[in-house]
């Protein structure tokens, strides 16, 4: 009896069109998926740190490839000792030096072995970074054992006191010297970063797939790996260039980096330390100089941190 009454019951479907599961599950075919880097260029360009850092890195490279149009005056010419920690005049803003230099001239010029060292220091310790570990990571064995091990003796040794020992040996001191020295003593920390990134990356899905395809784990490395593991690398290549360049003036200031002739902000914040209390403006703007650059490029690598690490944007 019950069965009948229950079978003599009518049951009620809704239509389709009327229910929002189909709208719900549908998916959205129009927009294309956006990759690591389409979030993080758009996490970044709401950031205003972002603009900031960007103008003025924009202006300072603009300055270490044209110092000249920012001024008619040579910096190495025209010293009076006359002018010797002379006050700021017309067509001389900042003073003179101690030789009677323009100090406006020669931190203008002074940018651009500053910024070339800084630059060709993180190339250097980015490329070797990515490839040491790369490697070291994938294949892993003896070879990850032997660079784990060679990277340790290396991070024993401080870089700045490791680049003044190797400094002061080297006949020839030029801005590429100076970055294969402070690339020598960085790279582990790179390749370490790297190390631990490709570590994560190629027990992925896609990895395993391409494996199974049959794939050779080179091509694995180069196509799949190494381009979703290096947002890490990008990070601190962003912060070390300021790093290099703070790295840079310090072996200047100690007299064993660029030689005088070479003008940077280092030499001339050593050669005005001697009359820093008759003259300020001889060390103030140079080492004004060092502190924006420095700052905007660490400003630019807290932003790129934020976009590409979501964890570190959450933790805020």
Not at 244 to 269: C, H, K, R
Request: net charge positive; proline share 6%.
């Amino acid at each position: 009896m019950q069965n009948k009454k229950y079978a003599s019951q009518g049951h009620y479907v809704a239509p389709l069109e009327e229910t929002p599961v189909a709208a719900i599950d549908k998916l959205d075919e129009s927009q294309k998926a956006r990759s690591t880097w389409a979030d993080a260029w758009e996490s970044m360009r709401r950031r205003p740190t972002f603009w900031i850092s960007a103008v003025l890195i924009f202006i300072i490279a603009v300055v270490a490839l044209f110092p000249g149009l920012f001024t008619s005056v040579a910096p190495n010419s025209n010293c009076l000792l006359a002018n010797s920690n002379g006050s700021p005049e017309a067509g001389h803003p900042f003073g003179f030096t101690r030789q009677g230099c323009d100090v406006y001239s020669r931190v203008l010029f002074g940018t651009q072995a500053s910024v070339t060292v800084g630059l060709l220091a993180t190339a250097l310790v980015t490329l070797v970074g990515i490839v040491i570990g790369s490697l070291a990571g994938f294949y892993g064995g003896f070879l990850d054992a032997l660079v784990s091990r060679v990277g340790d003796i290396f991070f024993a040794i401080p870089t700045v006191l490791g680049a003044i020992v190797l400094m002061s040996v080297l006949p020839d001191r030029t801005p590429i010297t100076v970055a294969l020295v402070l690339a020598i003593f960085a790279w582990p920390q790179v390749a370490r970063i790297m190390r631990g990134a490709v570590l994560s990356a190629k027990n992925s899905d896609y990895v395993m797939a391409s494996i199974a395809l049959g794939v050779s784990k080179f091509k694995i490395l180069l196509r799949h790996v190494i381009p979703n593991a290096i947002a890490p690398v990008i990070v601190i290549a962003t912060v070390s260039l300021g790093t290099f360049i703070v790295a840079e003036s310090t072996l200047s200031f100690l007299g064993i980096g660029l030689p005088p002739s070479v003008m940077s902000w280092g030499n001339d914040i050593g050669q005005a330390r001697t009359s820093v209390r008759t003259s300020p403006q001889t060390l103030l703007y140079p080492a004004a100089a060092l502190s924006l650059t420095v700052l905007s490029f660490l400003m630019l690598g807290d932003v790129v941190r934020d976009a590409l690490d979501p964890k570190a944007r959450a933790r805020r």
